[in-house]
């Protein structure tokens, strides 16, 4: 489904976030971690992904698309198969979580109906139907990262990316917010996320690529952070 194909990312003054020659692909339905130190490429790596960064050599693939061809015009259109769900939540504050989610939908032009049916599924999902009606000055960090979560599957995209999702939260809403997006996967939906934290890494017992100053130098089939 996503293969990135000897992909290089310099930046002047060697600003870090530069990425070497990398390579590899993601199937459909697979969960991969992508770990490393600060400045290792990771974000670098998911930029990419949702056409916000552009590597100097090689090229990005989704399906057989070559996500760097797409027209300007029509990357909505293409992100559209992409949820994204990123460490500082994101979330509007004057809006309630039903809003918050909603936004999402509505930013894909759907209707109301569609909106009415879709939004309370999705905040269930996440474990989140009692707070529907909650700003996010009312809600923990651990349930504004369940918000996060909620808007970003709410159009039911091929792939969630998240980068560093549990960055913020203490261990019990870090265990959350992991079950919640293993579930997610479960369901189908391929997920791709960064992190730091190895105690996350070992409970998930998933693939794992680690980068290091901009290389990947381990690719392990389950579970393992070793730098």
Known sequence: MIY??????RYS??????????????????????????????????KMLIAEDKPSEGRVFFESLDIHQIPKGKLPMFRRKIGTVFQDFKLLPHMTAFENVAFAMEANGRSDIEIEENVPQALELVDLGEKTWN???????????????????????????????????????????????????????????????????????????????????????EGKYVL
């Open 4 to 9: 990135f194909e000897n992909v290089s990312k």
């Open 13 to 46: 003054g060697g600003e870090s976030g530069a990425l070497e020659n990398v390579t590899f692909q993601v199937e459909p339905k697979e969960f991969v971690s992508i770990v490393g130190h600060s400045g290792a490429g990771k974000t670098t790596l998911l």
């Open 135 to 221: 700003f996010p000055g009312e809600l923990s960090g651990g349930e504004k990262q369940r918000v996060a979560i909620a808007r970003a599957i709410v159009n039911q995209p091929d792939i969630i990316i998240a980068d560093e999702p549990t960055g913020n939260l203490d261990p019990i809403a870090t265990y959350e917010v992991v079950q919640i997006l293993k579930k997610i996967n479960d369901l189908g939906t391929t997920v791709i996320m960064t992190t730091h934290n190895k105690g996350v890494i070992d409970e998930l017992g998933r693939r794992v690529i680690t980068m290091d100053e901009g290389r990947v130098v381990r690719d392990d089939k």
